[in-house]
């Protein structure tokens, strides 16, 4: 979402073009080959064969995949439709999977699809805890050219965005975010989930505001998951 005179527009963002930082050690190297397979490319087209691309985060051993509920939908004749053809790919595999569609969430910018085959790498803890400071990673399928690996910091304590009559709360971090790479998973050193990539903002001008990116916390993802699923 890209919030401008306190309005969201829908739109895939993503993490553009990562590059892989090793900031001076093989910390990052080692979080990246704990996590690489916990995330999945997504790829999406609709009865008019537009083709969309994003991320997926695995969060479960049979195939439950968390992403963005905007990344599920499309706008078709102003309503808001599920893409009707849903693949993922590993980043170890040549061909995309057939994923099915299981839910968008209500209230969050949320949604899960799930794959027919067994996740053994998986994101196991959702944690709710976080300190503004801490060294943060992300993987994302920058512009589509694939999963790709990236280092931030968190910025803040909880944001509170304002959409309309709503409150967003949000997790803010530096990581630079473009199109490609919602859905991916915000974590720690530790391969902790702390929560989903989603939006950035915009000023005035319609100009992307640099060093400002924002996921939706764990916190809203176990309240959607406690809910309706796990």
Known sequence: FILMKNRFFPIFLFLFAFQLFSCGSSVS????QKAISKVVEIRLTNSN???SYATGTIISSDGL???NKHVLQYLSSGEHQIYENIEVRFVTEEYFLPSVFISVSEEYDLGLIRINVPTKSYFENIDELFNPGQDVFTIGNANGFGLSF???NISSDYRYVISGDDTLLAIQTDIQISEGCSGGPLFTSKNSLLGIMAFRLI???GDVIQGMSFAIPSVSINEYLSENFI
């Open 49 to 51: 064969n537009a083709i």
């Open 29 to 32: 190297s080692n979080v990246y």
């Open 150 to 152: 990236s280092t931030g």
């Open 65 to 67: 995949i968390l992403t």
């Open 203 to 205: 000023d005035e001008k």
